[in-house]
């Protein structure tokens, strides 16, 4: 599976952002999925991730109740809705994808996008 991101930008401090990743290949509606970041110098982490349905999602404590992953299989798409963004969530974002049930670990995943810049600046 290919993963592509989008949706990424330059908005100040409480603003708003959502990223898509488009999947393309064979049965993506068979995989989890995750959100991931890495900022400069930091390890990468995870932010939220979803099981294939979509129906169990998790997410990060620094975006718990700020951020909320969502999954359309019929189109092949991920989404991050961004709220309420800070400074703190400037990073790059990656769009993963796993055979089996969703994952905090990045290594777990097999497929990655290229990512998509988010900072979070006045």
């Known amino acids: 599976v290919q993963l592509v991101e989008s949706g990424g930008g330059l908005v100040q401090p409480g603003g708003s952002l959502r990223l898509s990743c488009a999947a393309s290949g064979r049965a993506f509606s068979s995989y989890s999925v995750g959100w991931f970041r890495q900022a400069p110098g930091k390890e990468r982490e995870a932010v939220a991730t979803?099981?294939?349905?979509?129906?169990?999602?998790a997410y990060g404590d620094s975006v718990k109740d700020r951020f909320t992953i969502s999954r359309d299989n019929a189109k092949n798409i991920v989404y991050l809705q961004m709220n309420n963004l800070k400074p703190d969530d400037t990073a790059v974002y990656y769009c993963a994808a796993k055979d089996g049930g969703p994952d905090r670990r990045p290594h777990t995943y097999d497929h990655w996008g290229q990512g998509t810049q988010v900072t979070v600046s006045s």
């Open positions: 979803a099981s294939s349905s979509g129906g169990l999602v």
